[in-house]
């Protein structure tokens, strides 16, 4: 078992950047392959990056890709992903999520589904 709590959201301008962070309790961090995803309002959960468990492999969205960067502090039980060149259409709830099986390389890894734990979400609004 894993508790995952994310910080870091907030308002932003078009065009700025956040970090945010994901913080987890409880069981050896680094067994854990970790996630990101995001929901908007009235629209499906989102992938946004995924890391493998040494931080040595990652995947990011299609969306997201080259604008976010996803990385880990095993040492500090800790997933970050920073954000920059932020539009309006990155507003949602940003979650962080961790499963115990591990980074596949392949679209499993974009599965909401394929992760068994959740963070409470942190909310993300980037104004024009």
């Known amino acids: 078992q894993v508790q995952l709590v994310e910080s870091g959201g907030g308002l932003v301008q078009a065009g700025g950047s956040l970090r945010l962070s994901c913080a987890a309790s409880g069981r050896t961090f680094s067994r854990y392959a970790m996630g990101w995803f995001r929901q908007a309002p009235g629209k499906e959960r989102e992938f946004v990056a995924a890391?493998?468990?040494?931080?040595?492999?990652?995947r990011y969205g299609d969306a997201v890709k080259g604008r976010f960067t996803i990385s880990r502090d095993n040492a500090k039980n800790t997933v970050y992903l920073q954000m920059n060149s932020l539009k309006p259409e990155d507003t949602a709830v940003y979650y962080c999520a961790a499963r115990d099986s591990p980074y596949r390389g392949t679209t499993y890894d974009t599965w909401a589904s394929s992760y068994d734990y959740w963070g409470q979400g942190t909310q993300v609004t980037v104004s024009s």
């Open positions: 890391i493998s468990r040494s931080g040595g492999s990652t």
